[in-house]
């Protein structure tokens, strides 16, 4: 699902509400997690998950293509880590299998 059909989907849920005014909604929720996250804060939306930011640090890396050594400098990533009740929505019976295991393989 991509930004637009989460706004429109909202939109269809919630018909007081003008589609513009939705959008307007999903973006200052992103937009203000976005802005707690660069500047190092966490966001923690209960039974949804967190979102924080890891650092990591400047490395040697080397070029795949020629062999040579680059240096790589420090940066900072988005990592998101779900919610209990997220992961036990996911984990439901009758949801999909995990990669890796599929139905009748001999794999748990």
Do not use: C, W
């Amino acid at each position: 699902m991509i930004k637009s059909e989460l706004v429109q989907q909202i939109a269809a849920q919630n018909p007081h509400l003008y589609q513009r005014d939705v959008e307007n909604i999903v973006n200052a929720i992103l937009n203000e997690i976005t802005a707690a996250m660069a500047k190092g804060d966490r966001v923690e939306l209960r039974g949804f998950g967190a979102f924080s930011v890891k650092n990591r640090p400047a490395r040697t890396g080397r070029n795949p293509r020629t062999g040579e050594h680059v240096a790589v400098a420090k940066k900072s990533v988005p990592f998101f880590k779900t919610g209990k009740e997220m992961r036990e929505r996911l984990n439901r019976n009758g949801a999909a299998p995990a990669l890796g295991s599929v139905a009748g393989d001999g794999q748990g």
